[in-house]
């Protein structure tokens, strides 16, 4: 299929807002179901895996490929929760547009901020749809005015809802200028198009002002015949519509239930008119591994193959299935394939297409698709596979830093090896899942996002990899750092199986602002150091940097220079200067008043007007800082900041204190001096 035919869309939503009952009724109406799927009991095709089926909640994005109006729809479903943000993000990397679900009762929700700004990182263009408007409270043009404050986006309202709750029938459609009523005897598969009835029509030409009025802003022809008085036609109003949404200048806007399988076909058929193809792009820029400088790929199948590895998901049967997201060119199945960021080669043993949970094999797969590899051994989410003629890393993902930590042990010393495989598989899976051992008490520690996040991953592995496991409380992963500037000279001479080893180094480390990460300078010349001694001594210093003086945290923020060092072509070595700078950091950090770094987390807290004074003043016990509120029409929002530490079993606390109907959602901030 010529790639101008393919979209690859994401579904983004704060978490309730319907996005998997959204998911489920496209993939019905694509016919790639043949019942539709509820998440309410359990039966979602895109949750496959049993707890997403038990929490009600998408953890992991799965790829689904459906077909609409002989168009090809790669789907990736991606979850709503704070907790999840590497699959968001890995996600929106390879996406080309988006469908971003509110709810008509909650609107633009604290996660719905977040999951957006990613969006707007990777300049991922949208499309709006405001579902469950069959609910007490839904009010369309109240989110819509959310959406315009809240997002700064330009919200073009496409179709409205005829009535709201219960009262719900249909939509208007303002480009048709017509009714649209869903046929509820065969599940909203058939709809027909009526007249607008009088009493709708002035604000229909309203709204249909408005929109045409904005487009032709962006458009001279549209201008023309707006100013003459004179109809504009269709099809000029969707090509416009589709530029501007591409360049994201405008977010056209539909409504409906998915629940009540209402609205959901304009949605696949705006995904079609407004969402890009891949070559409606620009052309992708990457670095080239020999020559370390960028190229530019075209979006073409003649173009040597390049795609990213974007998720890893874990098989019983076939092992490790790659999702890659094809760039440029060709894969074929059972060819040799370069994965540059790992430099070496690896193979295609099968290609596969993904519906849902179950899959169709390919012979292959080409630019602008997503497909699935089988027989990948070393590949992790983020590499690059390339032609081994053309070595070329598109990008390498950033995924945050993991704030919480447990202690992981086997119950029995024969599960210890499957333990480990198992933490091994859910690493390569899952990038901000983090496992060491800790070198005093020889326990291993995993660490993650949330709470809810390392919940999951728990339970994934007792009870999907059936390993009896036990855990620890939560801890909070510290960092440490540096308050002063210090220069300290390290002397290094040890005498090694009857070899002298000698080194003599001065570093200087200083504390940078919080948020620049770790840096190494070298400032001696080359005729005083070989390169290579000073890439032993630098490889000391970051070795050094993942345990600090003070706990043994990791060390975050710290300039560190090579100021000075005395090189004896007999007698030095890398081993001399690797420790020597392992050592001097280490000497150097303990004279410039090291402290202790805590995660301070940003909570924002929904819950009835009754009881903001309760829970502000319980989040102020906690060593929580309210930095604002707001009044919405349901609830009023919260935000604050807090220290980790002090938000465990704030769930529980938050529930009991307003009856059960507060909520919150908290994402990693920044790290700040700990205040005992």
């Not at 609910?135 to 043009?141: E, K, L, M, S, T």
């Not at 989410?381 to 950033?398: A, R």
């Not at 300039?559 to 200067?577: I, P």
Request: glycine share 6%; aromatic share 6%; proline share 4%.
């Amino acid at each position: 299929m010529s790639s101008q035919k393919i979209r690859n869309i994401g579904i983004m939503a704060h978490i309730d807002a319907g996005k998997t009952t959204t998911s489920e009724r496209i993939l019905y109406y694509t016919g790639k179901s043949h019942k539709i799927g509820e998440v309410d009991d359990g039966s979602a095709t895109m949750d496959w895996m049993e707890q997403e089926q038990n929490r009600g909640i998408t953890i992991v994005s799965a790829a689904t490929t459906c077909y609409w109006n002989d168009h090809q729809i790669n789907i990736i479903d991606t979850p709503g929760h704070v907790d999840f943000t590497a699959e968001v993000e890995r996600s929106l990397r390879v996406l080309d547009g988006a469908v971003a679900v509110f709810c008509a009762v909650g609107g633009v929700e604290p996660q719905s901020e977040t999951v957006w700004h990613q969006a707007d990182k990777y300049k991922v263009p949208r499309i709006a749809f405001i579902n469950k408007m069959d609910r007490i409270g839904a009010d369309y043009f109240e989110v819509v005015k959310e959406i315009k404050e809240k997002l700064k986006a330009t919200p073009l309202p496409v179709q409205f809802p005829i009535g709201s709750e219960s009262d719900y029938e249909g939509n208007v459609d303002v480009i048709l200028m017509k009714e649209i009523h869903w046929n509820e005897a065969d599940q909203g598969n058939s709809y027909e198009t009526r007249d607008i009835r009088p009493e709708l029509q002035e604000l229909a030409e309203e709204w249909r002002e408005n929109l045409i009025d904005s487009l032709s802003s962006y458009s001279d022809e549209m201008t023309e015949l707006y100013l003459e008085g004179e109809d504009v036609p269709e099809d000029l109003i969707h090509k416009v519509m589709r530029e501007q949404t591409i360049e994201q200048n405008v977010l056209p806007v539909f409504v409906g239930s998915s629940l009540k399988n209402k609205g959901v076909q304009p949605v696949l058929n705006a995904v079609i008119s407004y969402l890009p193809a891949p070559e409606d792009l620009k052309d992708i820029e990457g670095i080239s591994v020999k020559k370390e400088e960028p190229v530019i790929l075209k979006r073409d199948i003649k173009e040597k193959p390049s795609g990213l590895i974007f998720k890893i998901q874990q098989d019983k049967e076939a092992g490790a299935l790659c999702f890659v997201r094809v760039y440029s060119g060709e894969f074929k199945s059972g060819t040799p394939v370069m994965n540059a960021n790992k430099r070496k080669r690896e193979r295609i043993n099968r290609l596969l297409r993904m519906h849902s949970n179950h899959h169709e094999q390919i012979n292959s797969v080409s630019a602008g698709d997503i497909a699935v590899i089988v027989g990948m051994k070393m590949a992790q989410t983020g590499d690059t596979i390339c032609s081994e003629g053309f070595p070329v890393i598109l990008e390498n993902m950033d995924f945050p830093e993991p704030v919480i930590s447990v202690a992981i042990e086997p119950k029995t010393m024969s599960d210890q090896d499957k333990l480990r495989s198992v933490l091994d598989t859910l690493q390569k899976e899952d990038p901000t899942f983090k496992v060491k051992e800790n070198d005093e008490t020889g326990q291993l520690i995993i660490s993650g996002m949330g709470e809810l996040h390392l919940d999951v991953l728990v339970t994934r592995i007792t009870n999907d990899y059936k390993v009896e496991a036990n855990v620890g409380k939560p801890q909070v992963s510290y960092r440490e750092s540096i308050t002063e500037t210090v220069s300290h000279k390290e002397e290094f001479n040890r005498v090694l199986a009857g070899k002298e080893n000698k080194a003599v180094i001065t570093l200087k480390v200083e504390s940078l602002s919080r948020g620049s990460g770790n840096t190494f300078t070298n400032e001696v010349a080359k005729n005083k150091l070989p390169a290579e001694m000073a890439a032993a001594v630098e490889r000391g210093v970051m070795n050094a940097m993942q345990s600090g003086t003070l706990m043994g945290y990791a060390t975050i923020d710290i300039g560190v220079t090579l100021t000075e060092a005395e090189y004896d072509e007999v007698n030095s070595s890398e081993l001399a200067f690797e420790t020597a700078g392992a050592l001097g950091f280490d000497n150097a950090c303990r004279k410039a008043s090291p402290v202790l770094l805590e995660p301070v987390m940003e909570v924002d807290i929904m819950c009835p007007a009754e009881y903001v004074g309760d829970v502000i003043s319980q989040l102020t016990q906690r060593g929580g800082m309210v930095s604002s509120m707001e009044s919405r029409p349901a609830f009023e929002l919260v935000k604050a900041q807090a220290p980790m530490v002090k938000m465990f079993g704030y769930t529980t606390a938050l529930r009991s204190q307003t009856q059960g109907r507060g909520t919150f959602s908290m994402e990693f901030s920044h790290f700040a001096a700990k205040n005992d």
